[in-house]
């Protein structure tokens, strides 16, 4: 019981931590709207301004031609000028005087033309109305999301995320969401990660200094990407990056001594494989433990998930084709092994979402397993070879996949079928 109280004590603080980054997350949401709205009302207003501004200029100068067509013809009509020569002068005189008297009017109808700012009510109220950024919840909501109901395919749509800078073909290794539905994507040949706004269109990339593996989620605006460079130790480690205001910000970074390659994230820790061991880790890098080890190839413990509970951990073997599930202490309590997670390229071919369903990828396709790590639930095939990286968001039923050597990434609208 005493080491049951330990756990809930570091769960508590790990929600905590986790609650206070929500809040300020949700305090930049606001922020970024309320600077929309500015610039919005301030584009009207200097658009207002500058066609009253226009407006009056060029009444200014059509009344400036008035008077001084009027003087000229003034002038002449002082002059000896034949008779035929004063009636055409005094017709054009009389004209430009009624098109004088025209404009006169019209100027004084829009003298002292003022402009003003009607503040949106509305807005105001219900700020004022609300006396809360959120509720906060003792225990977990229940999302009522069958983990094991079967993912399936119903429509797919592809996006070309190249860059004019990158120097390479994509390889999509990593891929995560924000809270408002941007996505941010690890290139693994052009060395960088990129934002990508909704309408799949890249806003903002940043450079890495060697090659991205994998990816995971710590926050709805942060996500830690593994980086290794097999012949140089000292690049290996996990980088932590922030989106904010549609850009992406280089927050920590940790300096791992192993190849770094899946990744996953849950409470205050983040669990990376090496090729061969699985290690746990504290957020400001301090080693916890080596969970789980296999040293019989050099792809053995690649991929890596954690269920969002925390209790369960998945890790996959490449070259073998096979999913390990284990306990939070590294005890294997399932092995799958299938033809199809067998991937020729070291990519951490698994994904479990953030409502629990369970992804593992081969070299030609996606398989959806159940929760326990025993059974194939169904099997998704891809049109391009290599996947190198899946995110599933259950909210927009949309599952993204990325490739390797592809510059398209893929989304497939999906719909679900209860397990049984």
Same mark, same amino acid.
């Given at each position: 019981?005493?080491?049951?109280?330990?756990?809930?004590?570091?769960?508590?603080?790990?929600?905590?931590?986790?609650?206070?980054?929500?809040?300020?997350?949700?305090?930049?949401?606001?922020?970024?709207?309320?600077?929309?709205?500015?610039?919005?009302?301030?584009?009207?207003?200097?658009?207002?301004?500058?066609?009253?501004?226009?407006?009056?200029?060029?009444?200014?100068?059509?009344?400036?031609?008035?008077?001084?067509?009027?003087?000229?013809? *003034?002038?002449?009509?002082?002059?000896?000028?034949?008779?035929?020569?004063?009636?055409?002068?005094?017709?054009?005189?009389?004209?430009?005087?009624?098109?004088?008297?025209?404009?006169?009017?019209?100027?004084?109808?829009?003298?002292?033309?003022?402009?003003?700012?009607?503040?949106?009510?509305?807005?105001?109220?219900?700020? +004022?109305?609300?006396?809360?950024?959120?509720?906060?919840?003792?225990?977990?909501?229940?999302?009522?999301?069958?983990?094991?109901?079967?993912?399936?395919?119903?429509?797919?749509?592809?996006?070309?995320?190249?860059? +004019?800078?990158?120097?390479?073909?994509?390889?999509?290794?990593?891929?995560?969401?924000?809270?408002?539905?941007?996505?941010?994507?690890?290139?693994?040949?052009?060395?960088?990660?990129?934002?990508?706004?909704?309408?799949?269109?890249?806003?903002?990339?940043?450079?890495?200094?060697?090659?991205?593996?994998?990816?995971?989620?710590?926050?709805?605006?942060?996500?830690?990407?593994?980086?290794?460079?097999?012949? +140089?130790?000292?690049?290996?480690?996990?980088?932590?990056?922030?989106?904010?205001?549609?850009?992406?910000?280089?927050?920590?970074v940790l300096k791992i001594n192993h190849i770094c390659f899946g990744i996953a994230h849950v409470d205050a820790e983040v669990f990376v494989t090496s090729g061969t061991a699985l290690f746990e880790?504290?957020?400001?890098?301090?080693?916890?433990?080596?969970?789980?080890?296999?040293?019989?190839?050099?792809?053995?413990?690649?991929?890596?998930?954690?269920?969002?509970?925390?209790?369960?951990?998945?890790?996959?073997?490449?070259?073998?084709?096979?999913?390990?599930?284990?306990?939070?202490? *590294?005890?294997?309590?399932?092995?799958?092994?299938?033809?199809?997670?067998?991937?020729?390229?070291?990519?951490?071919?698994?994904?479990?979402?953030?409502?629990?369903?369970?992804?593992?990828?081969?070299?030609?396709?996606?398989?959806?397993?159940?929760?326990?790590?025993?059974?194939?639930?169904?099997?998704?095939?891809?049109?391009?070879?290599?996947?190198?990286?899946?995110?599933?968001?259950?909210?927009?039923?949309?599952?993204?996949?990325?490739?390797?050597?592809?510059?398209?990434?893929?989304?497939?609208?999906?719909?679900?079928?209860?397990?049984?």
């Amino acid at each position: 019981m005493v080491d049951r109280g330990k756990d809930n004590i570091k769960s508590l603080k790990a929600s905590y931590e986790h609650i206070c980054e929500e809040i300020l997350d949700e305090r930049r949401q606001i922020n970024e709207n309320l600077d929309r709205l500015q610039q919005n009302t301030m584009r009207e207003l200097e658009s207002i301004h500058e066609r009253l501004n226009n407006s009056i200029k060029d009444d200014t100068k059509r009344c400036l031609e008035c008077i001084s067509k009027l003087k000229t013809y *003034g002038a002449k009509l002082k002059d000896n000028i034949l008779p035929e020569r004063t009636f055409i002068t005094l017709r054009k005189c009389i004209d430009q005087t009624a098109a004088a008297d025209s404009l006169l009017k019209s100027m004084i109808k829009h003298d002292g033309t003022d402009i003003k700012f009607q503040p949106n009510r509305e807005l105001n109220q219900c700020h +004022a109305d609300c006396t809360d950024l959120g509720k906060i919840i003792i225990g977990d909501p229940q999302h009522n999301v069958d983990q094991n109901k079967i993912i399936s395919i119903a429509d797919k749509s592809k996006y070309n995320v190249q860059t +004019a800078t990158d120097q390479y073909i994509c390889s999509i290794t990593g891929i995560c969401t924000t809270s408002n539905g941007d996505l941010v994507i690890a290139d693994c040949y052009n060395k960088c990660v990129k934002l990508i706004n909704q309408a799949y269109k890249v806003i903002d990339q940043v450079q890495l200094p060697t090659t991205p593996w994998s990816m995971c989620s710590i926050s709805s605006f942060e996500m830690a990407v593994t980086v290794s460079e097999h012949s +140089a130790d000292a690049l290996n480690g996990i980088h932590f990056l922030r989106v904010d205001d549609g850009s992406i910000i280089r927050k920590q970074v940790l300096k791992i001594n192993h190849i770094c390659f899946g990744i996953a994230h849950v409470d205050a820790e983040v669990f990376v494989t090496s090729g061969t061991a699985l290690f746990e880790y504290t957020m400001d890098g301090r080693l916890v433990k080596k969970l789980y080890e296999d040293s019989t190839g050099l792809y053995g413990v690649v991929g890596v998930g954690v269920s969002p509970d925390g209790r369960m951990i998945y890790v996959t073997d490449t070259i073998n084709g096979m999913l390990r599930t284990m306990t939070r202490d *590294g005890t294997v309590t399932a092995t799958l092994q299938d033809p199809a997670f067998k991937h020729g390229i070291s990519t951490a071919n698994i994904h479990v979402a953030a409502t629990g369903q369970v992804f593992v990828f081969g070299d030609k396709s996606i398989s959806q397993v159940d929760t326990v790590g025993q059974t194939i639930l169904n099997t998704i095939s891809v049109d391009i070879a290599n996947p190198a990286s899946v995110y599933f968001n259950e909210e927009t039923k949309k599952l993204i996949v990325g490739f390797w050597n592809h510059d398209n990434i893929n989304e497939f609208k999906t719909k679900t079928v209860p397990s049984f």
